[in-house]
Structure formats: C-alpha cells, structure tokens
C-alpha cells in the first residue's frame, strides 16, 4: 500500500521470487520504481516489472478468497478486533491448510495500514518486535512473513531449497563416550576424587552442543586412539625398567 521509497519495492520484489510469491500488486504507489528499484530486485525483476497496478485496496484484493493484512501493534486478546492479530508461524499454518488465492497487505513506510483498510483485511499478523521501536523497515516484514508462509510448506516442497538436515539425538553414544571417557580418565591417573565432577560437566557441555551421531563416532574414535597411546606408553616404559 502507497511505497514510497524505490529500494525498498525492488527489495520486496526479490524476497517475493525467493519465497514463491506469485504476484506484485502496487496500491497507489508513490516510488518512482526507477533504477534503484531495478538494482535492488535483482532476481525479482521480472516480478517487479511484472507488478501489477492498483488504485485502492479494494482494487487489489477484489478476486482474493483470503486478505491478509500487517500491523505493527497487537493488543493480543484485548476487546479491540481491529488490532487482534496472529503470529507469522500461524499465518503460515492457516495457508498451508488454506486453497485459494491468499494477499498479504503491508502498509507504507511511515505509518502503515489505516483503520479502514485493517477492517478490510480477513485476518492480521503481527510481528512481535521489541515493544519500544515495534515498527519494522517495509521489505523486512516482508521477509519475515513470507518466510514463514514459505517455510510452512514443509521440507518435502519440491520448490525449495534444502532445509538444515534433522538432528537425531543419541543418548546410547552419548553414555557409551561418557563411559569411556571415565575409563581413560582413570588410566591417565586423573584425581578420582575430581572425576564425577569432570563427567558432569561433559555432560552438561554435550547437552548443550547436541552432537550428532557422527560427531559421537569420532570423538569416540579419539578417546580410543588416545588409549591406545597410554597402553604402548606404559608398555615401553615397563620394558625401560
């Protein structure tokens, strides 16, 4: 609705092709849309040079089943409906489960939606944000929201790119490195007295760091090769007797 600054369409327009949106409607836009809109679109430039033109946002949204709209304010579940919105992750669950044609509706730079296009809108989405400064740049709440609408396909969305691979956790190879790192504590002669407290903090710092199967296998590996440093050491320094 009414952008006013060249880069931050053409940056919209970008975030729009990286995260699958299909169409740019301009509501009455007062950005030149010259160079500097182009040099930030980018791989969206054919999205951008594509965009539709609208004069309101009636116009716009006429032949949406679901309009969307931003707001930089919440008021969570005060008695004010106007303002009484969802989070990005769910507006991305409800699409998700949603056919038909979806708008998502931001406001301009300096100062937003009106009362009457928030009433026009089917639902609201909030970005939670610190509550001194909870406005955010204009291609920045777009990112956010089409991220999460993006990443509410799922992994198995034939579009996108891979997701960061699952981590399975392994409490067995967790114990078993426990254990061993014990034994070879022992052998290296650490203070008995001190190696509860040395197996509770590796714990403690495995919990934190999540360490995947593979990274167990090979820490494993290394306590291995080290005890068998320690035998041939204690082998070569009996025969020295």
Same mark, same amino acid.
Request: charged share 30%.
């Given at each position: 609705?009414?952008?006013?600054?060249?880069?931050?369409?053409?940056?919209? /327009? %970008?975030? *729009?092709?990286?995260?699958?949106?299909?169409?740019?409607?301009?509501?009455?836009?007062?950005?030149?849309?010259? #160079?500097?809109?182009?040099?930030? *679109?980018?791989?969206? &430039?054919? &999205?951008?040079? !594509?965009?539709?033109?609208? #004069?309101?946002?009636?116009?716009?949204?006429?032949?949406?089943?679901?309009? @969307?709209?931003?707001?930089? &304010?919440?008021?969570g579940?005060?008695?004010?409906?106007?303002?009484?919105?969802?989070?990005?992750?769910?507006?991305?669950?409800?699409?998700? !489960? !949603?056919?038909?044609s @979806?708008? @998502?509706?931001?406001?301009?730079?300096?100062?937003?939606?009106?009362?009457?296009?928030?009433?026009?809108?089917?639902l609201?989405?909030?970005?939670?944000? %610190?509550?001194?400064?909870?406005?955010?740049?204009? !291609?920045?709440?777009? /990112?956010?929201?089409?991220?999460?609408?993006?990443?509410?396909?799922?992994?198995?969305?034939?579009?996108?790119?891979?997701?960061?691979?699952?981590?399975?956790?392994?409490?067995?190879?967790?114990?078993?490195?426990?254990?061993?790192?014990?034994?070879?504590?022992?052998?290296?002669?650490?203070?008995?007295?001190?190696?509860r407290?040395?197996?509770? $903090?590796? %714990?403690?710092?495995?919990?934190?760091?999540?360490?995947?199967? /593979?990274?167990?296998?090979?820490?494993?590996?290394? &306590?291995a090769?080290?005890?068998?440093?320690?035998?041939?050491?204690?082998?070569?320094?009996?025969? $020295?007797?």
């Amino acid at each position: 609705m009414r952008p006013k600054e060249d880069g931050n369409v053409g940056a919209v /327009a %970008r975030l *729009a092709r990286n995260f699958g949106a299909e169409h740019l409607v301009l509501v009455a836009p007062r950005a030149r849309l010259g #160079a500097e809109a182009r040099r930030r *679109a980018m791989g969206g &430039l054919a &999205l951008l040079g !594509s965009a539709r033109r609208a #004069a309101s946002l009636d116009a716009a949204v006429a032949d949406a089943d679901l309009v @969307v709209g931003t707001t930089d &304010l919440s008021l969570g579940r005060s008695s004010s409906y106007l303002r009484r919105s969802v989070s990005p992750e769910r507006l991305g669950e409800i699409v998700r !489960s !949603s056919a038909g044609s @979806v708008r @998502v509706v931001f406001g301009p730079e300096d100062n937003g939606l009106s009362r009457e296009e928030l009433a026009r809108c089917d639902l609201l989405v909030h970005v939670p944000a %610190r509550r001194e400064f909870p406005t955010l740049n204009l !291609s920045h709440a777009v /990112a956010v929201v089409l991220y999460a609408i993006h990443r509410a396909r799922g992994v198995a969305d034939p579009e996108t790119t891979p997701a960061p691979e699952l981590l399975e956790l392994n409490g067995r190879e967790k114990e078993l490195f426990l254990e061993r790192l014990e034994a070879l504590a022992a052998r290296a002669a650490y203070p008995a007295h001190k190696r509860r407290g040395l197996i509770l $903090q590796f %714990r403690r710092l495995l919990g934190r760091a999540t360490p995947s199967e /593979a990274e167990y296998r090979m820490m494993l590996g290394l &306590l291995a090769s080290v005890g068998r440093a320690l035998e041939r050491g204690g082998r070569h320094e009996r025969r $020295q007797r």
